[in-house]
């Protein structure tokens, strides 16, 4: 593992504009000191923010899609200050390495990146924190290995999404041929499509549904963008283009619910009630029955969009925090 101790603040980027209906309400950073760190993988490394000491076991924070460790830098501040905090980039996200040319993206990457993880810290035991695309891999990971989890907890997406029969034919016959599309791009060498910083700001507010706020934007920018070559004062995604032909879960509504009875471990769930479900609200609600059968199991809700940690962190830290000194107190 390398550290780099250079830079332990947001980096300057140009400011973002308040939105038409005003700035979103501050939140309080009490504290922002992390150390970038680079963990050796087969392909490369994965980058992440190491807050607090390395001498205890982090809460392993990760990320949802196109999305990277930024996602928690207004959560990390608020988290109970006698544990460590490790937020990642997933493979091909933020600065950590792309897979080789020729490789896809799949769902199930990020499992196997947290046994690495475990491995390369020899620890026994992880506790995880994770959001969306991550919240279902997390799900898959505490079912799979429900020994190794002493903690989880799950941001907004509950389990793998279940699919119609038609929607994954289509969907896996598009993705194979995004797939090549971008190869040929990426093979081609030429530099994304670039834009001035509101542009690049409104870009992501919007790709994101609206879901990330203006003000937060600069938070997963930071990690997410890099400066034109070609053209002065502009930016592009620097993420790899590789990530929108993602392949992803497709599984019987079985499946998740043979999962929900293996995960044994203290599991918090928190909904963004502002945020959508991604699939039929029938299959979430059996499987969340199912989950309430664990008694340390616990479910709330709160006012948000689906990156309402992200936006508004008080609204969940206060959770999470109870949660977290319940199970790894000091």
């Known amino acids: 593992?390398?550290?780099?101790?250079?830079?332990?603040?947001?980096?300057?980027?140009?400011?973002?504009?308040?939105?038409?209906?005003?700035?979103?309400?501050?939140?309080?950073?009490?504290?922002?000191?992390?150390?970038?760190?680079?963990?050796?993988?087969?392909?490369?490394?994965?980058?992440?923010?190491?807050?607090?000491?390395?001498?205890?076991?982090?809460?392993?924070?990760?990320?949802?899609?196109?999305?990277?460790?930024?996602?928690?830098?207004?959560?990390?501040?608020?988290?109970?200050?006698?544990?460590?905090?490790?937020?990642?980039?997933?493979?091909?996200?933020?600065?950590?390495?792309?897979?080789?040319?020729?490789?896809?993206?799949?769902?199930?990457?990020?499992?196997?990146?947290?046994?690495?993880?475990?491995?390369?810290?020899?620890?026994?035991?992880?506790?995880?924190?994770?959001?969306?695309?991550?919240?279902?891999?997390?799900?898959?990971?505490?079912?799979?290995?429900?020994?190794?989890?002493?903690?989880?907890?799950?941001?907004?997406?509950?389990?793998?999404?279940?699919?119609?029969?038609?929607?994954?034919?289509?969907?896996?016959?598009?993705?194979?041929?995004?797939?090549?599309?971008?190869?040929?791009?990426?093979?081609?060498?030429?530099?994304?499509?670039s834009y001035d910083w509101d542009q690049l700001v409104t870009r992501l507010h919007e790709g994101s549904n609206k879901s990330v706020s203006i003000e937060s934007c600069k938070y997963l920018l930071q990690r997410n963008c890099k400066p034109s070559t070609h053209e002065p004062h502009k930016y592009y995604f620097s993420r790899d283009n590789r990530l929108k032909s993602s392949l992803f879960y497709t599984l019987h509504q079985e499946v998740p619910m043979e999962m929900a009875r293996r995960i044994k471990c203290p599991h918090l769930f928190i909904k963004a009630l502002q945020a959508p479900y991604y699939e039929r609200k029938e299959y979430f609600d059996e499987v969340l029955a199912e989950l309430q059968k664990n008694p340390l199991f616990e479910f709330h809700e709160v006012e948000g969009t689906h990156h309402v940690h992200l936006n508004e962190p008080e609204k969940v830290a206060p959770i999470i925090n109870s949660f977290i000194n319940r199970y790894r107190p000091l």
């Open 1 to 193: 593992m390398k550290v780099s101790r250079g830079l332990r603040m947001l980096k300057l980027l140009p400011n973002v504009r308040n939105s038409s209906s005003g700035p979103t309400k501050p939140f309080k950073i009490i504290n922002k000191h992390f150390d970038e760190i680079s963990i050796p993988v087969p392909w490369g490394h994965i980058s992440g923010k190491w807050y607090g000491p390395k001498h205890v076991r982090p809460i392993v924070g990760m990320h949802g899609w196109q999305d990277n460790a930024g996602t928690f830098d207004t959560l990390a501040p608020l988290l109970p200050s006698h544990l460590s905090f490790l937020s990642i980039d997933a493979p091909g996200h933020g600065l950590s390495s792309w897979l080789p040319p020729g490789t896809s993206y799949h769902s199930i990457d990020l499992v196997l990146v947290t046994r690495r993880l475990m491995e390369e810290y020899n620890w026994d035991k992880i506790s995880i924190m994770a959001h969306s695309m991550s919240s279902i891999n997390g799900f898959v990971f505490s079912a799979l290995f429900p020994d190794k989890v002493d903690l989880f907890v799950g941001l907004d997406v509950l389990k793998p999404p279940v699919r119609s029969a038609r929607s994954i034919v289509d969907s896996l016959s598009e993705r194979i041929e995004s797939t090549l599309k971008l190869e040929r791009r990426l093979k081609s060498g030429s530099e994304p499509p």
